[in-house]
Nanobody, 124 residues
Framework: QVQLVEAGGGLVQAGGSLRLSCAAS????????MGWFRQTPGKEREFVAA????????YYSNSVAGRFTISRDNAKNTLYLQMNNLKAEDTAVYYC?????????????????WGQGTQVTVSS
């Protein structure tokens, strides 16, 4: 049974930073593409960041590129999202995702595994 458990969300002022983590179990972590999506009320879940074909290769949505950094520790089965220079529009529930396909799909309907989400609130 695959489990993805996010942590690290919270309330932060605009311009601040947060680091999200995602502990994965029930899968061969190093064999899966991992990433992050987010959702705000009334909107569909949107792609944020993912690792790409090979370890160390990453890609981001235009809205977070240059501010967010995705990374993974295969020894700890953990995925991270470092979020810097946060803006009010980054407020959302952030979801950790996993999929056996590489690169990770950016279409939310094609993602296989989802975490339960963690709330990030950025005050302006």
């Amino acid at each position: 049974q695959v489990q993805l458990v996010e942590a690290g969300g919270g309330l932060v002022q605009a311009g601040g930073s947060l680091r999200l983590s995602c502990a994965a179990s029930g899968l061969t972590f190093s064999a899966y593409a991992m990433g992050w999506f987010r959702q705000t009320p009334g909107k569909e879940r949107e792609f944020v960041a993912a690792d790409a074909w090979s370890v160390g290769s990453t890609y981001y949505s235009n809205s977070v590129a240059g501010r967010f950094t995705i990374s993974r520790d295969n020894a700890k089965n953990t995925l991270y999202l470092q979020m810097n220079n946060l803006k009010a529009e980054d407020t959302a529930v952030y979801y950790c995702v996993a999929d056996s396909r590489r690169p990770l799909p950016v279409d939310r309907t094609k993602i296989t595994y989802w975490g339960q989400g963690t709330q990030v609130t950025v005050s302006s």
